[in-house]
């Protein structure tokens, strides 16, 4: 598969550095390996950095950064971890550790492009919990397979493909990746969202929902304001 566009190769080639957000979970471990390929196929692989970002909220928290970096080391990929605590008053956690990741992010040079593992459905469910949530078009237009961040330009490489298309290309590459349980708690409203309404979803309307998140997508692209 081709994950990269045209013009995405482009930016990835021009680019003085490539980060991967690298949790070691299914998403970012496949975003990290396609990434890395075709960094290999042009000869730019050494301006890919894995970026790991360790919240300490876990008991499990030490052993993910270190199956991370021997992931990377295995692969010969440059890895760098940020340990990083968060302070949840007044916005939750999950609004707090996005701040933490975002002021990493920015840390970065101009030239710098970032590549997260979002997918498609991450696009319903972040559209899905803005809904619930009371939000306007421009809230309702999700994410973008490119946007930028800054002076930077961010990638979603898996942008068009659902959970279970990431899992089975895992499997056929034979990569781990790590699970963190949390994300089964739906106490929780966007594990709820993950787990429970979207696979419904999926499972009846595949592709009216890949027809919604391609208008999704152009909706985004075209608001002004």
């Not at 992010?105 to 619930?132: C, K, P, W, Y």
């Not at 349980?181 to 890949?210: G, Q």
Request: charged letters at 25%; aromatic letters at 8%; proline letters at 1%.
């Amino acid at each position: 598969m081709n994950y990269f566009t045209d013009q995405e190769k482009n930016i990835l080639a021009e680019a003085s550095s490539v980060v991967v957000g690298f949790s070691g979970g299914a998403d970012s471990s496949l975003a990290l390996h396609i990434t890395n390929d075709y960094l290999k196929e042009i000869h730019a692989s050494s301006k890919l950095l894995a970026l790991h970002i360790n919240h300490m909220a876990q008991n499990d928290s030490n052993i993910w950064e270190k199956h991370c970096e021997d992931m990377c080391t295995a692969a010969g990929i440059e890895f760098e971890a940020y340990q990083k605590q968060v302070d949840a008053k007044g916005e939750g956690f999950e609004a707090a550790a996005r701040k933490v990741r975002q002021e990493i992010f920015a840390s970065f040079g101009a030239n710098t492009v970032i590549v997260l593992g979002h997918h498609l459905d991450d696009q319903v469910e972040t559209v899905l919990f803005r809904m619930l949530r009371g939000t306007g078009m421009k809230g309702l237009s999700g994410m973008n397979q490119m946007s930028t961040f800054g002076d930077k330009i961010v990638l979603r490489p898996l942008f068009t493909l659902a959970k279970s298309d990431i899992l089975e290309r895992l499997d056929d590459r034979g990569i781990e990746f790590i699970t963190d349980s949390s994300n089964e708690d739906n106490a929780y409203s966007r594990n709820y969202i993950r787990n429970l309404i979207i696979p419904k979803i999926l499972e009846r309307c595949r592709l009216e929902v890949r027809i919604l998140h391609v208008w999704l997508s152009w909706l985004g692209s075209n608001l002004t304001y």
